[in-house]
């Protein structure tokens, strides 16, 4: 049983999920293997992600390999409700998502894909895992293992290992190299400013763009922030960052003095309060507020609702104008939820073919691997990424130098010196 917003939707979904699955062939090539090798036979997989083409293909990839699957939203802004009639009507999946639903909803649909019993947990942001271990402690002798796809979910993962809450392996897919470099850098860095741009109608050149954060996402914005011919302006905590982004000749500000005179300010940090009242009180009328740093905590929203004395919702979509008290006016995109994902289509597809091929191998070697692995987060083996790297450039018709045995010879051997 599902809970989606139209089924008769499903057609323009299908054929909306067949124009991404053509940017994707590494996905493609693994979900041929999974057909011939049935790897998950017999599965039973929850899912909390973004409700999107892409996830389309990866749940299909998993169906190829034998899964049952059943699939929340892990954030009810970015949910096309096409995709999920379509995934329902054509593919036999259960999939409980409705763009826009509310937060006891979200939870609601969270309980419902977990009444399924899964042995497998495939999450975005950590609100399944912390869900199974807060109010479905009855369900966690179910499951064997899971993943976790973002910066945000393996924070709070690390922390219930540390405090020793986390009951079963969780791999940080998120982590690997290909995941970092496609998704996060390439990835946030385009769909971030088309998000703003498709929400503003705006000019980034000439503009002063302040980015909070200069992990993968925020180099990758900031490059392409520089591109399009913006000033950027970065704030950071750590110490090596900032002087990474000095290097590559970025300002570098804390947030109290970057304030005053940013127009576009981008949060992609992980943490909470990143843009706060202090913040929020300087800044110059019109100034444009975004995240992308995956929950609605980075901007402190309560905060701009009690500077503002009026606010207009919906002046342009996914846009909402605060009126402070001096007249200034400063305009907040997607609720302060994920910009690139709320008012634009997320990652190009070509991006989550990489990140979904890492998930899909992740989830085949967790099949026979979960016996062995201990209650705690776990990296994803080095094989799987350099094979998903491989798949890629083949697609790509780009071929590599292979070492002579001369040459791996010298690299694994202390004898050999000048």
């Known amino acids: 049983m599902s809970d989606v917003s139209d089924v008769s939707l499903a057609y323009q979904g299908g054929k909306r999920i067949e124009w991404a699955d053509r940017s994707m062939p590494v996905l493609g090539q693994i979900r041929e293997r999974f057909a011939a090798e049935r790897p998950l036979e017999g599965w039973r997989v929850a899912a909390c992600m973004h409700v999107t083409t892409e996830t389309a293909c990866l749940i299909r990839t998993l169906q190829a390999g034998g899964a049952s699957v059943a699939l929340a939203a892990s954030n009810p802004l970015s949910t096309q409700d096409d995709v999920a009639a379509a995934l329902v009507q054509d593919d036999g999946a259960e999939v409980f998502a409705r763009a826009g639903i509310d937060r006891e909803g979200y939870y609601a649909h969270i309980h419902q894909v977990l009444e399924t019993?899964?042995?497998?947990?495939?999450?975005?942001?950590?609100?399944?895992?912390?869900?199974?271990?807060?109010?479905?402690?009855?369900?966690?002798?179910?499951?064997?293992?899971?993943?976790?796809?973002?910066?945000?979910?393996?924070?709070?993962?690390?922390?219930?290992?540390?405090?020793?809450?986390?009951?079963?392996?969780?791999?940080?897919?998120?982590?690997?190299?290909?995941?970092?470099?496609?998704?996060?850098?390439?990835?946030?860095?385009?769909?971030?400013?088309?998000?703003?741009?498709?929400?503003?109608?705006?000019?980034?050149?000439?503009?002063?763009?302040?980015?909070?954060?200069?992990?993968?996402?925020?180099?990758?914005?900031?490059?392409?922030?520089?591109?399009?011919?913006?000033?950027?302006?970065?704030?950071?905590?750590?110490?090596?960052?900032?002087?990474?982004?000095?290097?590559?000749?970025?300002?570098?500000?804390?947030?109290?003095?970057?304030?005053?005179?940013?127009?576009?300010?981008?949060?992609?940090?992980?943490?909470?309060?990143?843009?706060?009242?202090?913040?929020?009180?300087?800044?110059?009328?019109?100034?444009?507020l975004a995240n992308s740093g995956h929950f609605d905590v980075e901007v402190d929203v309560r905060a701009l609702e009690e500077l503002a004395v009026e606010v207009h919702h919906g002046v342009r979509p996914q846009a909402d104008e605060y009126v402070l008290a001096d007249g200034r006016r400063l305009v907040l995109l997607a609720e302060g939820r994920l910009v690139n994902l709320a008012a634009a289509e997320g990652h190009p597809a070509a991006v989550m073919d990489m990140s979904f091929a890492d998930q899909a191998l992740t989830c085949a070697w967790l099949a026979t691997a979960h016996e062995k692995l201990a209650p705690a987060v776990h990296e994803v083996p080095q094989e799987i990424d350099t094979e998903v790297a491989r798949l890629k450039l083949a697609s790509m018709s780009i071929s590599i130098d292979l070492l002579t045995p001369e040459q791996e010879e010298y690299l694994h051997s202390w004898r050999m010196g000048s």
């Open 117 to 288: 019993g899964p042995d497998l947990v495939l999450d975005d942001g950590c609100d399944l895992v912390n869900t199974l271990h807060s109010d479905r402690t009855d369900l966690l002798g179910t499951v064997k293992a899971g993943c976790e796809q973002t910066t945000t979910g393996v924070i709070r993962l690390h922390q219930m290992a540390r405090e020793g809450a986390l009951r079963f392996p969780v791999v940080a897919v998120n982590d690997t190299d290909t995941k970092h470099m496609f998704d996060n850098r390439y990835g946030t860095g385009q769909s971030t400013l088309d998000g703003i741009i498709r929400a503003t109608n705006t000019l980034l050149a000439g503009k002063t763009i302040v980015i909070a954060g200069f992990g993968y996402c925020g180099r990758g914005l900031a490059e392409r922030a520089r591109g399009l011919g913006a000033r950027v302006v970065i704030t950071e905590i750590d110490p090596v960052k900032a002087l990474d982004a000095a290097l590559q000749g970025f300002s570098v500000q804390p947030m109290a003095q970057a304030a005053p005179d940013g127009d576009v300010f981008i949060t992609v940090t992980g943490n909470r309060d990143v843009v706060n009242a202090e913040h929020l009180a300087s800044m110059k009328d019109g100034a444009i």
